[in-house]
Structures are given as C-alpha cells and as structure tokens.
C-alpha cells in the first residue's frame, strides 16, 4: 500500500524558515518524480515544486523560485520542501504527491497533509 | 501560464441525479488534463487522467470527456458519497502544473 506521511509543519514568523519532510513506503520510491502541491485556507489547490526520480531536474512555481529547495533522499524514501523567506501568502497545507508512472504530472497518491501558518 | 476555468462553481443536485463539470483551459492542453475529487479534511484523490481515464479503483460512474480547451467530469448517477469538491488540473505545458478554483457538488 502506498504511503505518504507529510511532517513539518508549524507556525513560523514572516521571514523565517521551515524544513518538510515526506516520508514514503509501499513502492518503488527510486522510480518516480514527487511533487509538492499546496492549499491555502478555504482556496484551491498549487502545485509548488517537483524533482526527478534521481534529483537531476527540479522545477518550481515562480511564487516560490529563489526561496523554496525541493530535494530527495533515495536511500531514506524520503522528500523534502526547505522554505526560505516566507510570506503571510505561504500559509497553506502542504500535500505531498506522487508522479504517476504514465507521467510526472499525473499525481496518483496525496499524502495526509502538514500545515504551514506564516504569522507573527 | 495556463489558466484553467471550472465552471459551475457550485452544482447542487440531488443522490441518483447526473453531474456534469466543466473545465475549460486557456489554451489547448490535448488531452493532458486530469479530475480530482476533495473531501473536507482530506487529501485530493485522483479519478480521471488523459482526459477520460479512469485511475484504479476508481467507479465506472465517473467518466471524463474532452480535448484541446474544453473537458467534462460526468457523474452518471450521484452516490451519496460523490458529494465533494472536485477540481481540475493541466499537464499539457508545464511548470506550472496548473488546476482550476474547483466546482463544489454539493446536496440539493
């Protein structure tokens, strides 16, 4: 059974940083481009970043270009979101989604969710 | 960018009726376009790709049609649990992956 558990997630000042991590089990982690997509309160959903299944390619909405790094670690099945310099307009629940084997942008299974709230 | 347009934003329709979503994009995606239904407090799920592909484990209820600038999310016939909101999403020029504001499906 595929499995996605976001954590993270906090209350942090307008300025701060915040590290995400995702942990995943029940496939082939190695195999596949993971995504991180986001939903402010009571909005809609933003695809934020993704990375290549070996980290060679990163791609990131330009919202967040400069300020958030998406990264991965094979060896732990693990993704990660490093957020720098955030905004009030960051705050959001932060899915972590997976690549589909038909293609990177077809995101098949969501995690549960971490809550990021950027307040002072 | 690729802006996506759901239309209705709210849809209320009664268990056994037939729902028709729209989503209409701003420029052609193919066919690279995809349904999600959302449940408060949890996670997307994904119903449809490719326009009109059924993910696994996904109800025969829920077909997708469409290409270019127009698509539609048909519910056949309303489960109570259908009830959800449901949001479409582009693949077809990217990044940014791109999804609409979402249609509300709600209980009449």
């Known amino acids: 059974e595929v499995q996605l558990v976001e954590s993270g997630g906090n209350l942090v000042q307008p300025g701060g940083s915040l590290r995400l991590s995702c942990a995943a089990s029940?496939?082939?982690?190695?195999?596949?481009?993971m995504n991180w997509v986001r939903q402010a309160p009571g909005k809609g959903l933003e695809w934020v970043a993704n990375?290549?299944?070996?980290?060679?390619?990163?791609n990131y909405v330009d919202s967040v270009k400069g300020r958030f790094t998406i990264s991965r670690d094979n060896a732990k099945n693990s993704l990660y979101l490093q957020m720098n310099s955030l905004r009030a307009e960051d705050t959001a629940v932060y899915y972590c989604?997976?690549?589909?084997?038909?293609?990177?942008?077809?995101?098949?299974?969501w995690g549960q969710g971490t809550l990021v709230t950027v307040s002072s | 960018e690729i802006v996506l347009t759901q239309s209705p934003a709210t849809l209320s329709l009664s268990p056994g009726e037939r729902a028709t979503l729209s989503c209409r994009a701003s420029?052609?995606?193919?066919?690279?376009l995809a349904w999600y239904q959302q449940k408060p407090g949890q996670a997307p799920r994904l119903l449809i790709y490719?326009?009109?592909n059924r993910a696994t484990g996904i109800p025969a209820r829920f077909s997708g049609s469409g290409s270019g600038t127009d698509f539609t999310l048909t519910i056949s016939s309303l489960e109570p649990e259908d009830f959800a909101v449901y949001y479409c999403?582009?693949?077809?020029?990217?990044?940014?992956?791109?999804f609409g504001q979402g249609t509300k499906l709600e209980i009449k």
């Open positions: 989604a997976k690549g589909s084997i038909a293609a990177a942008g077809i995101f098949d299974y």
């Open positions: 420029q052609s995606v193919r066919s690279y």
């Open positions: 490719d326009a009109s």
């Open positions: 990375i290549q299944h070996d980290g060679g390619e990163k």
């Open positions: 999403q582009q693949r077809g020029s990217w990044p940014p992956y791109t």
């Open positions: 029940g496939f082939s982690f190695t195999t596949y481009w």
